[in-house]
């Protein structure tokens, strides 16, 4: 991914501005969003990313399709413990250099988020290539095409072996490289698969490797059928500096209207309108429900509801 500066140049030159209605495979360069959608736009932006079944971003290897399609979505407390805002890193994030998201696409489907019983809420990311103006750079690290039982892994770092099982590290390592490998070790596993699987690199550094690394890690979760469908995938964030609201680049806030968290809709409000009150200049993020497929051949989908906001756009 070392050459993606010299490629969003090109592509700032002779792309088009407006996301939704370009070429299936190709996408202009980064801050194409000159500014935050509403809600009716973001809902509408979302389920454009979520239908984008690209292999990679501008049919450049270097440049993994998580830079400019699917859903990159994390569930989240309210004001955990009152300790740090729900959109900055945890203790143990910044601990083990990693925040956990999922990835939700329509070729990578799943049927319930993590901590499921619990929680319904939490927020969403901007694709890299298409984040506004003056947002950061978010990087990530590595993508497991189911849960990855992270915290029996390490208490410091991420992407890592189960101290247990040492072929559970990088993909590449243990001779993993396409989706067809990874379905055969976790189909051949003696059981614990979660923490027996690896993790599909996807580091900058990996460079003409990572864009075909991720695609394996989500053709993975396809080929395990319903056991893929039935679990949500982890992909890891590289940490980043907590206190600076304003340079992250949060597509939305979300909650499902799900029977299992009454408080869903409350706490995705109290998210939105803090994240207001810590902005200067103030940025509103509009809320957006979201509802899972309860099939494996059903889509996720993706609704603006004016009275479900905290704060009018």
């Known amino acids: 991914m070392n050459k993606i500066i010299a490629l969003l140049f090109f592509a700032l030159l002779v792309g088009c501005s407006q996301p939704a209605s370009q070429t299936p495979d190709v996408i ?29 971003c501008n049919k450049v290897n270097s440049q993994p ?11 989240t407390d309210k004001d955990p413990n009152n300790t740090y805002k729900v959109w900055d ?5 910044i601990k083990n250099g990693g925040i956990n998201f999922s990835y939700l696409r329509v070729d990578s489907n799943f049927n319930k988020f993590a901590w499921n019983k619990t929680n319904a809420n939490g927020y969403i990311l901007y694709p890299v290539l298409e984040r506004p103006a003056n947002t950061e750079q978010l990087q990530v690290l590595c993508s497991y095409p189911m849960d990855s039982y992270g915290w029996h892994r390490s208490s410091t770092a ?18 993993i490289t396409t989706a067809e490998q990874f379905k055969n070790a976790w189909s051949s596993a003696p059981g614990d698969q979660n923490r027996r699987q690896c993790d599909f690199d996807v580091r900058d550094e990996r460079n003409m490797l990572a864009g075909p ?25 590289k940490t980043w500096v907590a206190g ?12 499902v209207p ?8 409350a706490d995705a409000r109290y998210n939105q309108r803090d994240f207001y009150n810590a902005t200067n200049p103030k940025i509103t993020v509009p809320i957006i429900r979201v509802a899972l497929p ?5 889509k996720a989908t993706f609704t603006y509801v004016a009275a479900d906001q905290g704060i009018t756009q």
């Open 258 to 265: 799900a029977k299992n968290d009454p408080n869903a809709l």
């Open 28 to 56: 202009s360069g980064t801050s194409v969003q000159s500014q935050r959608m509403d809600g009716a736009a973001t809902a509408a932006y979302l389920t454009t990313l979520y239908g984008r079944q690209f292999p990679n």
């Open 294 to 298: 309860t099939v494996i051949t059903g």
């Open 158 to 175: 991420v992407c890592v072996a189960h101290p247990s099982y040492p072929d559970s590290g990088h993909c590449q390592d243990a001779g």
């Open 65 to 75: 399709a998580f830079l400019c399609s699917g859903v990159m979505i994390r569930v």
């Open 213 to 237: 690394a991720f695609y394996q890690s989500l053709r993975a979760k396809s080929l395990l059928g319903a056991t893929g469908f039935d679990q949500w995938n982890d992909v890891l964030v």
């Open 89 to 93: 890193p945890s203790p143990t994030s």
């Open 244 to 255: 600076k609201p304003n340079v992250l680049p949060i597509l939305a806030f979300f909650y």
